[in-house]
């Protein structure tokens, strides 16, 4: 189950001229990394076809997006794609005996975050999109109409033809899960569903989406970061100077996304275990994310202690010569990124949709290796196994065939 973001197609006419009709696209993501990253690399594209694009969210979440977004150069500047800044309501924080030992990331907090969003911005979004822009006036004869945006993991598409008991057991809780539902129960009135995938990995799975939902369109339009550097770029990440100087395919990458938190033993064993392999390896080690303000305490507590760093250049980092294989949650994005880069993957699913990315990459396409099974994911997970699939991936004849 997916949850969904939203994009309004709004068609006007400048001097309200009528026959010279534009397009204008206002784009409203969940509060989440996942969806706001991929729509505003989508706000990149569609600007650079000189359409307008309002980008809606919180002031903190608009920040962040922005903060964390690579791959792209002076997206500041760009006149063409306008924030705007609204409010949500301060999210209380859950007692730690609310939260599920077996789902590693703040659950109730992205759920109430996920409900305050679709609530409290309902409102202030229809405001807007009723507002003359200071380049351009809405006539009341053009009405604007939705294309529902479901830019979530386009392994959605396969995930129709897979075992549902097995793939949704403790991956979600039941509140989110009736949320979502609640979602898709409200909807009926989109003109079709995009997904950040691309036919060359998921033909079979949106054709099969096309044969069921006849009357809307499907669009698969992945991988929508950039596939090359971007011109501009003044300076480089310590990290990115540091893998210039490794072998070709002799660093592995971990990390595990922006809604996981690893117990400290857990962040011990991992480290062990990289070390025990002998591989080089770059390691994102951090908390999830505070839904209210994701600055407001990051990073402070985690042991070991290391060096207080900014949001890493993901992007660039698995597009590096010398990154041979990525330890990863399987959130979408980074499978998409890990694909399009060419880069295996150590699938260690957390939570939601992850488990089902996973199975995508290490089932079906065959590009990956599992970390662990799904039914002992309460259990810790020892240096002996990540050695081992450190191992497996980066230097036996299994992982060079993935």
């Known amino acids: 189950m997916a949850f969904q973001s939203s994009i309004s197609v709004v068609k006007y006419s400048l001097n309200d001229n009528i026959e010279q009709p534009r397009l204008v696209e206002v784009l409203v993501p ?78 109730d907090h992205l759920q109430h975050l996920l409900e305050a969003s679709t609530v409290h911005l309902r409102e202030p ?16 004869k053009f009405k604007p109409f939705q294309l529902n945006n479901i830019i979530t993991p386009g392994s959605e598409c396969c995930h129709n033809n897979l075992p549902t008991t097995e793939l949704f057991e403790g991956c979600i809780t039941k509140e989110m899960w009736d949320f979502a539902v609640n979602q898709v129960n409200l909807l009926g009135f989109e003109l079709g569903w995009l997904y950040n995938s691309t036919r060359v990995i998921e033909k079979t799975y949106i054709s099969l989406l096309e044969s069921l939902k006849t009357d ?35 660093v592995i990458y971990a990390s ?9 033993d ?60 990525f ?30 990315n996973a199975y995508l990459v290490t089932d079906v396409l065959r590009v990956g290796v599992v970390v662990r099974d799904w039914a002992h994911r309460s259990e810790l997970v020892t240096s002996n196994l990540i050695e081992n699939v450190v191992k497996s991936l980066m230097v036996s004849n299994e992982g060079k065939s993935r």
Not at 133 to 139: L, V
Not at 217 to 228: E, Q, R, T, W
């Open 30 to 107: 969940l509060p989440s990394q996942g969806h706001m990253g991929q729509l505003l690399h989508l706000s990149h594209l569609i600007s650079s076809y000189n359409i307008p694009v309002h980008f809606v969210g919180s002031s903190t979440h608009n920040h962040q997006a922005k903060t964390r977004l690579h791959g792209w150069v002076h997206h500041d500047d760009n006149d063409q794609i306008h924030i705007h800044d609204l409010q949500l309501p301060t999210i209380y924080p859950t007692s730690p005996s609310n939260i599920d030992s077996t789902m590693p990331f703040l659950t």
């Open 125 to 140: 979004v229809y405001h807007l999109l009723q507002e003359p822009s200071k380049k351009f006036t809405i006539p009341q």
């Open 216 to 250: 809307m369109k499907h669009f698969a339009i992945g991988p929508l970061h950039p596939m090359v550097r971007a011109k501009g770029f003044e300076s480089k990440h310590q990290c990115l100077e540091w893998l210039d100087k490794q072998g070709k395919n002799s």
């Open 256 to 264: 595990f996304g922006s809604t996981t938190s690893l117990t400290q």
């Open 266 to 325: 857990q962040i011990h064993e991992l480290a062990n275990g990289l070390d025990l392999s002998g591989q080089k390896f770059i390691w994102v080690l951090r908390k999830a994310d505070d839904p209210n303000d994701v600055y407001a305490k990051d990073n402070k507590t985690l042991e070991p202690q290391l060096p207080q760093g900014d949001w890493t250049p993901q992007l660039e980092i698995l597009a590096h010569t010398s990154v041979g294989g």
């Open 327 to 356: 330890m990863s949650h399987c959130g979408w994005n980074s499978c998409m990124e890990s694909l399009s880069m060419v880069v295996p993957i150590a699938a260690w699913p957390m939570h939601s949709n992850q488990l089902r």
